[in-house]
């Protein structure tokens, strides 16, 4: 006898992980990880219908914590495995997860392009502003003057600013979070994952074991919601950029940009117009091609 | 007797030295003439020398050969590097208005063409050109009429106009060679077959299509954008996805990733962009998710000479990424061979889950021969090997370990979305079910297990691979022993060599990694004087080999100035060997290009 069953409404709960986190008691990662896993349940999509790829690094653990599929790749790589994945199967639900390192050093290149491509993927860079998992090196959003161990007497270099980049890189929708503020936070997720095109969230997710200056309480001091000014318009691309660079007493989060008249990548590849995803297509090509292909050759 | 016939076309970069190349070629196959063609170019656009051998023969034609029959020069300069080379028998065609004929030996037909008087259209930039091509096809014996219907296709585009002046232009020059040249001896016959001519490049391209690949991305890199540039052109009609990513460390990863999410996928550069590529090709491999990656090597190291050919990257291919773990290695023999591996690399990549490097090379990919069309079979096997692509009515109540240790190493791969399937994939250390074994639960019992379940998918790998064949009969004086793309001309070399009444035969490794070392060495047992030839400077199959297996040749050819073997390097060596001169010769490229 076969049973219809209703589709069952999710929580948070059906998309805990095999393990739970091994992070530091504290860390800014635990609230990244909570909020997504309850945005996704609350959007009701199926575990199997997302992939939550990362990198390496602390926050780049995050795919073992959390049901969904998930792929672990290599310090950098994870936008470009991520676009080759939703090429190949564009039905799925992509989320890429990592830290400041992984994404804005040694995957910065990466970082730029699928921008540029806007590829239909949520982002979340855990930004920490050091390398916990080195047990704390500069990294490329250390503030100037940060005594770390790789630079005991302090960062003479100017941080990235991965907001302005964002802008002038061409992503589609650019927001900035802070880990202890989680219902804002989820907020910014569920806009992002309902954003067609690449969507970038910079979430300040404290460092408690390395990062001594920018604590929560420094954060608190200073962030201040772009929601709570009426004023403020996220489609206007000039005003969005004249946020992005205030820093220091005030720090703006919240969405900064988005615009939705742009195809994804996958929209605008026509051989995705009709068929469904290149995962499940027929692998022989027509016999009427084939006899083009080499008749070329003749 | 060599039945051959070889046109070389010498210029400059940018004087339209590949067009009338292009036509040879066509109607050398249209007229079910087999073919063989060589560029040696340099890296530049305008300028530089272009030189472009294409050789022509009733039976299938290995090489490019070791003698031109007819020498068409563009400018003085690729007259002045090559009239001296020419033979008794073969002729020289050439612009008299701009060219001084070189020192020719006795024999040699030097046939000048007055291009201004006979061209009468000074506006005609590629006069020179269709003149030469005209007369030449009048000497080798060709008719007018494939010459018209090709040029009649080549400036179709361009209007009626343009077809015609070039029609006339060609009429001119092939009735001028009529009354004023001396017709080839023996010229070349003609078969009622039709064959089809392409490069390596397009045939790898070609083999990926027939493989299934749903998936491309590259790299511009030499000489391997040849293949990014056929999946590019034809990507829409073959509902493949093709896309130019910003760097090749991009171009592996985007290329797991779309395999990791079910399609077949392939990449390929050359060593440079190999290298980059390297970390990626351990994550393919502790994924467990199959990639197949293309690398036609070039002159290294570093840039090296992008334009010319080596076999100089087997050790790379060997070490690539850190670490232990299966990967499968061979190298295409023949062009056809680029088409035929493809989807052989595929099965048993996505078979063994594992990544697949195959290995060609300038020559190869950028050189050209006729391929019979029948043989170009799409029909292909496919075997994707254990996958899990849809949820089976009890697979949702089970619970599904993506890593599961098995017998053979091989655990059934479920796809991203499926449903009761969802796990990570990592690249770190992980258990059965996925979880990480490298950071808080490390366990060395665990790791040993994991790496033991990898490791033993090598077995599988090893039993699916033919061991190579002896061609000729064992008990010969000599054992010529190559790898890849070395095949053509050392089969040539070996028909010499016998004919010479040095009785040869020729062992031609195509399988790399699974080597079959023991069925090699024991082929090997039987020979009477080995040699390996190889196109690079240390002897990387030669030391390989005895790596594997102990084995220990009685000589070696290596030739590393970025030119392809030809036949008499080969056979001179040979010679050389046996009398007791040297174990390692080292051949000397004559023709400056």
């Keep these: 006898m076969t049973t219809v069953l209703e589709p069952q409404k999710l929580t948070a709960a059906d998309f805990k992980g095999k393990v739970d986190p091994d992070w530091c008691a504290g860390c800014g990662d635990f609230g990244v990880l909570s909020s997504l896993q309850k945005v996704l349940a609350e959007m009701n999509i199926q575990p199997h219908n997302v992939i939550t790829i990362s990198g390496i690094g602390c926050s780049s653990n995050l795919p073992g914590f959390i049901n969904t599929y998930g792929m672990h790749t290599l310090h950098g790589r994870a936008l470009a495995v991520a676009t080759g994945v939703k090429m190949a199967n564009h039905d799925l639900h992509v989320v890429v997860t990592g830290g400041d390192g992984d994404g804005f050093g040694i995957g910065g290149n990466h970082f730029i392009h699928t921008m540029r491509r806007n590829v239909d993927l949520l982002y979340i860079a855990m930004d920490n502003q050091i390398y916990g998992l080195t047990t704390g090196q500069t990294s490329p959003t250390s503030l100037k003057g940060m005594r770390t161990k790789s630079m005991p007497y302090g960062n003479v270099e100017e941080p990235i600013n991965p907001i302005a980049l964002a802008l002038t890189a061409g992503a589609t929708f650019i927001a900035r979070g802070f880990s202890a503020e989680p219902k804002h936070l989820m907020d910014l997720i569920k806009q992002g994952l309902e954003h067609k095109g690449f969507s970038f969230i910079d979430v300040f997710s404290p460092c408690v074991t390395y990062n001594h200056d920018n604590t929560y309480a420094w954060f608190r001091e200073r962030v201040k919601k772009l929601e709570d000014d009426s004023s403020y318009d996220p489609s206007d691309w000039h005003e969005a950029m004249k946020r992005a660079l205030i820093w220091g007493d005030e720090i703006p989060i919240g969405k900064f940009f988005e615009r939705t008249d742009l195809p994804s990548l996958h929209e605008a590849e026509p051989i995705l117009d009709a068929g469904g995803p290149l995962a499940y297509r027929e692998l022989r090509i027509a016999s009427h091609v084939v006899q083009n292909l080499i008749a070329e050759l003749m | ?593």
């Design chain 2, 1 to 593: 007797m060599d039945r051959t016939f070889a046109v070389a076309i010498g210029g400059a970069a940018g004087q339209g030295v590949a067009t009338p190349g292009d036509i040879f070629a066509k109607i050398f196959v249209r007229r079910g003439l087999h073919v063989n063609a060589y560029n040696a170019y340099q890296s530049i656009i305008r300028g530089g020398h272009t030189f472009l051998t294409i050789r022509a023969g009733v039976e299938e034609v290995k090489c490019f050969g070791d003698r031109i029959d007819l020498l068409i020069p563009l400018n003085q300069d690729s007259m002045d590097r090559h009239s001296g080379l020419m033979k008794s028998g073969s002729a020289v065609v050439y612009n008299s208005d701009t060219i001084k004929p070189g020192a020719l030996h006795d024999g040699v037909q030097p046939c000048p063409l007055p291009v201004n008087q006979l061209s009468k259209v000074s506006r005609n930039k590629v006069a020179q050109n269709t003149l030469a091509l005209a007369a030449s096809l009048k000497m080798i014996g060709v008719g007018f009429e494939p010459l018209a219907e090709i040029l009649t296709e080549q400036f179709m585009r361009k209007g009626a106009k343009v077809v015609t002046e070039n029609l006339d232009i060609a009429r001119i020059g092939y009735e001028y060679a009529a009354t004023n040249f001396q017709a080839f001896a023996s010229p070349l016959s003609m078969t009622d077959l039709q064959y089809a001519v392409l490069s390596g490049n397009i045939a790898l391209a070609m083999g990926g299509a027939a493989a299934g690949v749903r998936f491309y991305c590259a790299y511009p890199m030499s000489p391997s954008t040849g293949v990014l540039h056929w999946m590019a052109a034809h990507a829409r009609d073959a509902g493949i996805m093709v896309r130019q990513v910003e760097d090749e460390i991009g171009v592996i990863n985007m290329a797991i990733g779309a395999a990791h999410a079910g399609v077949r996928a392939m990449c390929a550069t050359s060593g440079g962009g190999f290298a980059l590529m390297t970390e990626g090709l351990g994550m393919s491999a502790m994924m467990e998710t199959p990639v197949v990656v293309i690398d036609v090597q070039r002159a290294g190291p570093s840039t090296g000479v992008p334009t010319k050919t080596e076999q100089g990257d087997l050790w790379q291919m060997l070490g690539a990424g850190f670490g232990d773990f299966p990967r499968l290695i061979a190298a295409p023999t023949d062009i056809l061979d680029c088409f035929k591996l493809v989807p052989e690399m595929h099965n048993l990549a996505d078979r063994f889950q594992c990544p697949g490097i195959i290995l060609s090379d300038l020559l190869l990919s950028e050189g050209r021969s006729s391929v019979d069309p029948k043989k170009l079979t799409f029909d292909v096997e496919i075997n994707r090997g254990e996958m899990i692509t849809s949820a089976g009515p009890n697979n949702a109540e089970t619970v599904y370990n993506r890593y599961q240790i098995t017998k053979s190493g091989i655990s059934p791969r479920a796809i991203p979305g499926v449903p009761g399937h969802t796990h990570t994939a990592s690249t770190d250390e992980h258990d059965e079910n996925g979880v990480l074994i490298s950071d808080e639960f490390t366990n060395p019992v665990r790791r040993r297990a994991m790496m033991e379940k990898r490791q033993r998918k090598v077995a599988g790998i090893e039993a699916a691979v033919q061991p190579p064949l002896l061609n000729g009969t064992s008990g010969a004086a000599v054992t010529l022993i190559g790898w890849g793309s070395t095949d053509g001309v050392i089969r040539e070399a070996v028909e010499i060599l016998n004919e010479e009444g040095i009785s040869t035969n020729h062992l031609q490794i195509r399988w790399l990694v699974p080597l079959n070392g023991e069925a090699i060495v024991n082929i090997l047992k039987s020979s009477k004087y080995s040699i390996i030839v190889e196109n690079n400077y240390s002897g990387q199959f030669a030391r390989y080999l005895r790596s594997e297996t102990s084995y220990v040749p009685n000589g070696y050819i290596r030739k590393y100035d970025g030119e392809p073997f030809m036949p008499h390097h080969i056979v001179d060596a040979v010679k050389e060997q046996l009398a007791g001169t040297t174990q390692l010769s080292v051949p000397k490229h004559e023709i400056m290009v």
